[in-house]
T-cell receptor, first 114, second 111 residues
Framework: DAGVIQSPRHEVTEMGQEVTLRCKPISGHDYLFWYRQTMMRGLELLIYFNNNVPIDDSGMPEDRFSAKMPNASFSTLKIQPSEPRDSAVYFCASSPRVPNTEAFFGQGTRLTVV | GEDVEQSLFLSVREGDSSVINCTYTDSSSTYLYWYKQEPGAGLQLLTY?????DMKQDQRLTVLLNKKDKHLSLRIADTQTGDSAIYFC???????????FGTGTLLAVQP
């Protein structure tokens, strides 16, 4: 398996535009997590899915953020409209059934909103 | 609470031992982890410890867990320049199935 694959690696967009980040988890992993990393706030859990179902989205900052997992091999995180304060590195991670022993992280998407 | 705290920065000389500390607040943690993040990369799991253990050793890495004080440490023996990175501790909360990360410690290894 190639690991968790995220795309794009880098995204630069103008304020107000819609941004879609994509993630392909490791095959067979039941859990998928979206994290955001910034200098000020560190690594924050935004949302996680179990078997494609959103379980906890309490970390999603506001209604401009939405996440979907239409099937076991694909998830998206969408920001609409984007704002400069959304600039961060967004990580997707997947893990096997709980009890969890390891979360495998993607390389991240560096988002810059200008 | 779900806070995980770490010191922000640690500087050591090559060949010395490094000790990175972490404190957590949630007693329902079942697994505790140490992740490493190199510049421009994602997080990579280094090691983990189950909450009913006090110590785990894995080559140059030693993890100590004091469950009473909710304190976790990572010792890296014979630290090398390639160990320079940000180190995150994380706790897995079984009651919520969440993996909560600390603030990260930047380890700088001086040659």
């Amino acid at each position: 398996d190639a690991g968790v694959i995220q795309s794009p690696r880098h995204e630069v967009t103008e304020m107000g535009q819609e941004v879609t980040l994509r993630c392909k988890p490791i095959s067979g992993h039941d859990y998928l997590f979206w994290y955001r990393q910034t200098m000020m706030r560190g690594l924050e859990l935004l949302i996680y899915f179990n078997n494609n179902v959103p379980i906890d989205d309490s970390g999603m900052p506001e209604d401009r953020f939405s996440a979907k997992m239409p099937n076991a091999s694909f998830s998206t995180l969408k920001i609409q409209p984007s704002e400069p304060r959304d600039s961060a590195v967004y990580f997707c991670a997947s893990s096997p059934r709980v009890p969890n022993t390891e979360a495998f992280f993607g390389q991240g998407t560096r988002l810059t909103v200008v | 609470g779900e806070d995980v705290e770490q010191s922000l920065f640690l500087s050591v000389r090559e060949g010395d031992s490094s000790v990175i500390n972490c404190t957590y607040t949630d007693s329902s943690s079942t697994y505790l982890y140490w992740y490493k993040q190199e510049p421009g990369a994602g997080l990579q799991l280094l090691t983990y410890i189950f909450s009913n253990m006090d110590m785990k050793q894995d080559q140059r890495l030693t993890v100590l867990l004091n469950k009473k004080d909710k304190h976790l440490s990572l010792r890296i023996a014979d630290t090398q320049t390639g160990d320079s990175a940000i180190y995150f501790c994380a706790e897995f909360l079984s009651r919520t199935n969440k993996l909560i990360f600390g603030t990260g410690t930047l380890l700088a290894v001086q040659p």
